[in-house]
């Protein structure tokens, strides 16, 4: 009975709402034959309706004020739409003689064949199948497309248009463009007073000298853009070295041939500042003293260091951390003071919060791939919070950061006295990489080739995909990221891999095939735990020739495992830091295997520039694996690379029968080196380090070898040089200490890298 009555209310409001739908339409139609002007006369207009051009006069038109008709002129001009507009007045009456724009029928671009490129030239021309023809914007449309082509190389790009008149006022436009060839980047020149080398102002800037192994390259292309995202790196670069008045005087991209091009920048580096005095300011007067102590201890550790930017900044940041950790709501403004004496003075002020306002509303634009959850994930802060300067920069940082954005900017706008709407703007970038490379050296050649998008379906996950198949090894790899997974902060990462293996100096082969799933978490500034469960099959096949303890290993093996790293990070940056740290901790527990067992390690890493040009470095890891029943597998033990063990081939340390090395339960290695100027011309861009390496493999489960604890150590020279022929790396180095039973490998070489 219930059911049958709501049923009969239902459809009673239905009808009720399909009427007054009805009589809505009927009265704005009406409405508007009601407020046309029957005083204004129409002539001319085709395409344009007499409600559109009626809809753009003034209120008081019928007053025939001169004033008021020239202002409804110029706004009807404005529109584009109409080629002429004359306006009269007879007998009252307001006369409006139109002659239209005609209307844009075809719309054809010539001599484009790639089809993204094309749809590029679409998107931004503003004149194009139905739409208005307006003059002015051809020329606009053309300088677009003209700029387009030349930040993708084709710097001599003509641009003509073609227009053919058909009937009812239409024309068909023809864009005709002539590519001619496209530029690559010959060398590029840093001139005045730069103080440092060319080769060291080279790494910084995101454009390089073109080679062949760059085929895949955007950076060899030379464009404004590209020049203007190099100044902008240039200029952080300076302000990070001590350089407060760096001022690139300069630019230019000169053509030396039909295909290449010199870019040349003009810098004066001005002079080297230190820090002078550093102060906190605390105009809210609401701060403990030992808030202020806390404070100023982190403030004073910058007298007297060269100025630095970079310093300054994460002050400001680890400012605004700690008063919102403290529960200050309280604002952080910085200044800077240049002194006489080649000294910068600095000073923190703290304030409170002028006047408390509600988000009201937070607005993202310029996200057309990214998703707006993506965004917002990473604001610390959301609709109904309390507005905080310093949330909002922390913020805007946090999105800088993901990689995803090539700018990112904030505006307040006011809604009420205790609202406010916020807007969040963001500059997308390509986030996807096609990768290839060669490479051979003494220790056998490889090729690379990998696919890798860190923003998969606009959600900020990354994906990889990489191959390489060497000489030895072949290794293949799909891996997934999430970095927010399911809007809980912490990363989720799965993987699978593929490995097949087959050593000069190991008298079997082994194919693995595994996969993993792990998630990191921050529990502690900086401190990130890491825990994840993995699984793989492990197939070991002997050669003829190989020893009975070798044979009696061969056969199949499944392993299961779960593991964790515990680690701190304070480096300046992933890439070729100059300071900062590294320190972890790790285990792996095999279980529901073939062979069980636990790994333990030990790992870090520490960075510090003590010279100019002089970056020193400690490397090191303590790592254990021991089986609970069974001696743990060949493929499980533990071996040193050449990478850190130079002096050494890969693999060439530690426990060995006859002619095979089969790895260890324990390894560990130090490596300690030293970036330094090598005198080389600075149109080679190399870079040179000494280094000091020790490390070891000792004792096997199976008692099969007596093998001794002896360090090995090493000491040598590497170069690094961008050489005409790839990216070429030399080391030498000389054993210290060894065994005789160590594989030595004196000189190392390798040619040829991903790009």
């Known amino acids: 009975m219930i059911f ?30 009601a407020f046309a002007n029957k005083n204004i006369i129409i002539n001319g207009n085709k395409n ?80 194009k199948e139905n739409t208005i023809f307006q003059p002015y914007l051809i020329k606009q449309d ?94 952080s670069f300076y302000l990070n070295k001590g350089f407060y008045d760096v001022q690139i005087n300069s630019h230019s991209i000169k053509l030396i041939d039909d295909r290449y091009a010199n870019i040349i920048y003009s810098i004066d580096s001005g002079k080297k500042y230190l820090f002078g005095k550093v102060q906190l300011v605390d105009n809210s007067k609401s701060l403990s003293k030992a808030n202020i102590s806390y404070l100023e201890k982190k403030y004073n550790k910058l007298t007297n260091k060269f100025f630095d930017k970079s310093e300054i900044d994460k002050l400001f940041d680890l400012s605004n951390e700690y008063l919102i950790k403290s529960n200050y709501n309280l604002i952080v403004q910085r200044e800077i003071i240049k002194n006489n004496i080649n000294r910068i003075d600095l000073k923190f002020i703290i304030s409170n919060q002028p006047n408390q306002k509600i988000i009201n509303k937070i607005i993202i634009v310029g996200n057309s791939i990214t998703d707006d959850f993506v965004i917002r994930n990473n604001l610390n802060f959301s609709e109904g919070d309390n507005f905080v300067d310093n949330k909002l920069f922390s913020s805007v940082e946090k999105l800088k950061g993901t990689g995803l954005f090539k700018n990112v900017l904030s505006e307040t706008r006011t809604n009420n006295e205790n609202k406010i709407d916020l807007e969040i703007k963001v500059e997308e970038q390509p986030t996807g990489e096609i990768s290839a490379g060669a490479g051979a050296g003494t220790n056998g050649a490889t090729i690379s080739a990998g696919i890798n998008e860190r923003n998969f379906l606009g959600k900020g996950i990354i994906i990889n995909s990489n191959i390489n198949l060497g000489t030895q090894k072949i290794f293949g790899s799909v891996n997934y990221s999430n970095p927010d997974y399911k809007n809980s902060g912490n990363t989720l990462n799965t993987s699978i891999f593929i490995e097949s293996n087959d050593y000069d100096n190991a008298s079997y082969q082994n194919k693995v095939i595994g996969s993993s799933v792990s998630t990191k978490y921050e529990i502690y500034d900086k401190l990130f735990l890491s825990p994840g469960i993995a699984a793989d099959f492990d197939s070991v096949n002997a050669n003829s020739d190989a020893s009975s303890l070798i044979k009696r290993r061969e056969g199949d093996y499944y392993t299961t495992k779960i593991f964790y790293d515990l680690s701190k990070n304070t480096k300046n940056r992933d890439l070729m830091p100059t300071e900062g740290y590294t320190f972890g901790v790790g285990q792996g527990l095999s279980f529901l295997s073939d062979i069980p067992y636990i790994n333990n390690r030990i790992f870090g890493s520490y960075y510090n520039e003590y010279k100019e040009n002089f970056v020193g470095s400690i490397k090191y890891k303590i790592e254990s694996i021991n089986g609970f029943d069974d001696d743990i597998k060949f493929s499980d033990r533990l071996f040193v690379s050449s990478n850190v063990l130079r002096g050494f081939s890969s693999r060439g340390i530690g426990p060995k029968i006859d002619n095979d090395f089969i790895g260890g339960n324990y390894s560990y290695y130090t490596t300690v080196s030293s970036t330094i100027p090598n005198g080389l011309p600075e149109k080679w861009n190399a870079a040179t380090n000494i280094f000091f390496d020790s490390a070891n493999v000792w004792g096997v489960d199976d008692n099969s070898t007596g093998d001794s604890n002896k360090i090995r150590t090493s000491i040598g020279i590497g170069l690094s040089w961008v050489s ?14 060894k065994e005789t039973t160590d594989d030595v490998e004196q000189f190392n070489f390798k040619i040829g890298s991903a790009f």
Request: with cysteine.
């Open 48 to 127: 344009i309706s007499e409600k559109t051009i009626q809809s753009l006069a003034p209120i008081n038109i019928d007053t025939l004020n001169p004033n008021v008709i020239n202002d409804y002129q110029k706004k009807l001009f404005e529109t584009g739409f109409f080629e002429e507009v004359f306006i009269s007045i007879k007998e009252k009456k307001i006369i409006i003689n139109l002659k239209e724009n005609p209307l844009v029928n075809f719309f054809f671009i010539e001599g484009i064949k790639n089809n993204e490129l094309k749809d590029k030239i679409i998107d931004i021309a503003k004149i």
């Open 142 to 235: 053309i300088k677009n497309i003209s700029n387009l082509l030349k930040d993708i190389g084709y710097l001599n790009n003509k641009v003509n248009y073609k227009l053919i008149k058909i009937d009812d006022n239409k024309i068909n436009l023809f864009y005709k463009i002539d590519l001619e060839n496209k530029f690559k980047i010959k060398r590029i020149f840093f001139i005045g007073n730069k103080y440092f080398k060319s080769s060291t102002l080279s790494d910084v800037v995101h454009s390089s000298e073109h080679g062949w192994w760059k085929f895949l390259s955007s950076s060899t292309t030379p464009s404004e853009s590209l020049i203007n995202y190099d100044i902008s790196k240039l200029k």
């Open 724 to 737: 005409p022929l790839g990216p070429i790396s030399i080391t030498y180095a000389e054993p210290i200490t």
């Open 4 to 33: 049958t009555q709501q049923l009969i209310l239902q459809k009673i409001l239905q009808k009720i709402k399909f009427r007054f739908c009805i009589y809505l339409a009927f009265f704005c139609f009406a409405a508007s034959f």
